[in-house]
């Protein structure tokens, strides 16, 4: 599709409510989409629109300045900034200035899930995935502006049989080196006893998910209550921490079912379920579909 039929289409989107499937099918037959220059012009011209989206969004505001609602909760965003907008949020624009300017990167579940499975033993990370907005220091606006070059380049490059592998390679390469100086202030800032939780708490379940699954474990070795850690996960990470355990083992389960011959039983079984039909229902409760079904798409 060449560029202005991106364009009219995502206008179309974006007057309307942005819904972009898992696989961003109705632009690219890619789980991976970047779109640069956006301008005030592509935007809605009603500013009482709400944009709701079901793909995640990091969106580069290079030049300009934009209020918005993320969720009913009030935002000024300046450039140079980042900006996070995850699946099913709600985003309402409320002012935007003329000489707005952004590049935006589209991921489907299955590329944020592989970035997760690349960068979860980095503390960072999952901090900056629940950061709305964050400040771009000027000395690293030059190496932002060429990691948009570079992800336009993997992108254009159609004939590329490893695109999607670069892609993922690229952005985790760019936030180790790069990404996450936007980020670690922050972190830094945050009271210093409960940001230890959420180090501690993670490297636990990394070591512990496929045999303990229950907070009363991890709360004890953590010498806390279970209450204290769920509240303290949630509002330092965005997840609480029965949300992270999960994530934890059915993004294990998914590796397991994609990269693997083991049968559902067996994988039950190497996760330490109870029997296969517990592993098919907390598999289903979570992603919406069955083992096997998740295996044959």
């Not at 935002?75 to 699946?87: D, E, F, G, Q, R």
């Not at 900056?128 to 254009?156: C, G, W």
């Not at 993670?202 to 850690?229: C, P, W």
């Not at 994609?258 to 049968?263: C, F, G, I, V």
Request: with cysteine; proline share 3%; aromatic share 12%.
């Amino acid at each position: 599709m060449d560029r202005n039929g991106i364009s009219a289409k995502t206008d179309e989107l974006l007057k309307y409510d942005v819904r972009l499937n898992d696989r961003v099918e109705n632009i690219l037959s890619s789980d991976f989409w970047v779109l640069d220059h956006v301008g005030k012009h592509m935007l809605p011209d009603r500013h009482d629109t709400p944009l709701k989206f079901s793909a995640s969004v990091n969106v580069y505001v290079r030049r300009g300045t934009c209020i918005v609602d993320l969720d009913l909760m009030t935002y000024v965003i300046t450039a140079p900034s980042l900006v996070n907008i995850h699946k099913s949020q709600i985003l309402q624009i409320r002012e935007i200035s003329n000489d707005f300017d952004a590049s935006c990167m589209v991921m489907s579940k299955r590329f944020t899930d592989n970035l997760f499975m690349r960068m979860k033993d980095f503390h960072i990370y999952a901090f900056s995935t629940q950061q709305f907005a964050v400040k771009i220091p000027d000395h690293l606006v030059q190496s932002f502006n060429r990691h948009i070059e570079l992800m336009l380049d993997i992108s254009n490059d159609t004939a590329n049989p490893y695109a999607y592998q670069a892609q993922v390679l690229a952005i985790s390469s760019f936030f180790y080196h790069t990404g996450h100086k936007c980020y670690s202030p922050l972190a830094e800032k945050l009271p210093k006893g409960n940001n230890r939780i959420p180090d501690r708490f993670i490297s636990l379940v990394q070591h512990n998910y496929k045999e303990q699954r229950f907070l009363d474990f991890y709360a004890q070795q953590m010498g806390i209550t279970t209450k204290h850690l769920s509240r303290t996960m949630k509002t330092l990470t965005g997840f609480t921490a029965v949300e992270w355990i999960e994530r934890y083992v059915i993004l294990e389960a998914k590796v397991l079912l994609k990269s693997t011959n083991l049968s559902v039983q067996q994988i039950s079984d190497k996760l330490n379920f109870p029997s296969q039909s517990f592993f098919g229902k907390y598999f289903k409760k979570v992603v919406g579909m069955s083992p096997k079904e998740f295996r044959n798409t």
